[in-house]
């Protein structure tokens, strides 16, 4: 007896391993990973409006130094002014695209039911003719039914992609003030990223190894 025992040992330590290992797998895969991407997607949207802000600050940093030079200006007033003319460039250029998008979506809102109407109306008298001439040649009818149904599929798939349309741009406006706050945001750190760079780039260059520093350097003045 004792020998059978010790034969039915390792299948059985085995069977255990694996459904530990599955049911690890399981937790990973369902909730683990889930979970972990949840938590990386948020940090990575609480860290964006800093990340833009850096990216920005880098764009209006020759903007900025010429405005020092010209004007006399402090760095702040300075990058004041650089922001302001950057958010009127770019504001100008979106206000006409948004109203622009509004307007042909209003227009495609209104226009599109009677269009639909037009087209299936224009298509039921091509398909009384298409019966007229099968019964007139004594074709078989299936190929009026395919026609009709084809049509109808085609008109379906029109009202769900207006449909779509439609509640994704409601969609978009729903989420406009979680934009806004984040371009609050992001135009904030923008001003102290661009405001406070050579106190911000030394700190960073003070905690890098001399090597790693002599290379953030050559690649500093290389990119100008």
Request: with cysteine; hydrophobic share 60%; charged share 15%.
């Amino acid at each position: 007896m004792d020998f059978f025992d010790e034969r039915a040992k390792p299948p059985l330590q085995g069977i255990l391993w694996a459904l530990l290992l599955a049911i690890f797998l399981i937790l990973l895969y369902y909730y683990v990973l889930p979970a972990t991407w949840h938590m990386i997607a948020l940090l990575f949207l609480a860290f964006l409006p800093f990340l833009l802000a850096v990216f920005l600050a880098a764009l209006l940093d020759p903007w900025v130094n010429f405005l020092e030079r010209k004007t006399k200006l402090g760095r702040g007033l300075a990058v004041l002014l650089a922001l302001f003319l950057a958010l009127a460039l770019a504001g100008g250029i979106l206000v006409l695209l948004f109203f622009n998008l509004v307007l042909e979506l209003q227009s495609l809102a209104l226009t599109l039911p009677s269009q639909i109407k037009s087209l299936n109306q224009l298509f039921q008298e091509y398909l009384a003719r298409w019966q007229a001439a099968l019964l007139f040649h004594r074709w078989s009818p299936e190929f009026y039914s395919m026609g009709q149904y084809l049509w109808e599929g085609l008109l379906r798939g029109l009202q769900t992609s207006s449909s779509l349309l439609l509640q994704e741009s409601a969609a978009f406006l729903t989420a406009l003030p979680q934009c806004f706050i984040t371009l609050i945001i992001t135009l904030v750190a923008t001003f102290f990223c661009s405001r406070d760079k050579e106190k911000l780039v030394a700190s960073f260059l003070a905690g890098l190894k001399p090597l790693w520093r002599q290379k953030a350097l050559e690649l500093g003045n290389t990119l100008g």
